[in-house]
């Protein structure tokens, strides 16, 4: 079981993850922190609506999409391991896919001798949904906007020779807050948001049950003057997560952010929007050397081809 840990240990450095392996707490794919535009602003999203990419952070805003998103991303670490996830989101519900494979890892004895190569792999299949409780009839309407959300979790790993599964679930929260004004300031879009992740589940190696860590984040967002989000995000675990987002354009998002999980690091990205076609990249620091990511997302609740149609004529030779 140490030798698995090693690998494990490995493998998720590799991934840019400073987390500790020891203990009966399972680490997996899950345990790398999602998203490609988010990320580049720190990864804080829990009380942020962001297409297809809500189900990764808090289910219940799966209630605020406007329609269908999809969203995929492919990030290379170091050159040797893969993380790659896709999700389907529609309006109150989401499916997705998270896969992760290390690559092969040079094996050592004791004495600094090299054995065989090693290798991990994780992959996670997830089922989001959002409710906002104003949208059933059977309900009396409430003062304030908020949605409740779910996420369950099926996730299959493999550390060298030895396979286990296992399964988690999430409940989410999330809550819209009304416009204000600070002095010349306009305030918009606020919005908070609770997570309890892992209530239960864990997974299975050869008959040793091991437990997914209990966590619980809460998150707050803004808009200033119409193009500047702010967003952060703090954990009972311990991890942190802020990020700045710039808007100076509909077609341009600036990120900036900072991620403390394990360790501290430094993200930024860019992303453009093209009717409804979504390019993001983000780059993210760590103790190994940075990662990048890139992502694409089809927004089809503003999707325009005709229009796509016509910029891409006008950009292209």
Known sequence: MKRMYGVL????????????????????VLDIAPGVAQMGAGGAGIAVVRGA?????????LAELPGISFSSFYASHMGVSNYTAFSLAFRG???AAELYDSGSIQGYDSEGNPTSKLSYSSTAYMFGFGIDPSTLSFLPKLPISFSVGGLLKGVSSTIASTSGNGFGFDLSFRMDLPSMSLGPIVLTDGAVGLT???????ISYDGTQETFPVDIGLGATVTLLGTV??????????????????EPVPTLALRLGVLSKGETSITAGVGLNVQGFLIDYAFVSGSVGPTHRIGLTLDFSALDLSALGSTLRRILP
């Not at 998720?12 to 020891?22: E, K, S």
């Open 53 to 61: 990419e809500t189900v990764y952070y808090n289910p219940a805003g």
């Open 93 to 95: 519900f989401a499916v």
């Open 229 to 246: 989000t702010v967003a952060a995000d703090v954990h009972v675990s311990g991890s942190l997560a802020a990020g700045i987002t710039y």
């Open 9 to 28: 240990g490995v493998a998720l450095l590799i991934a840019g993850l400073g987390l500790g392996v020891a203990g009966e707490e399972a680490s997996t």
């Open 196 to 202: 309890l992740q892992n209530l239960f589940g864990g």
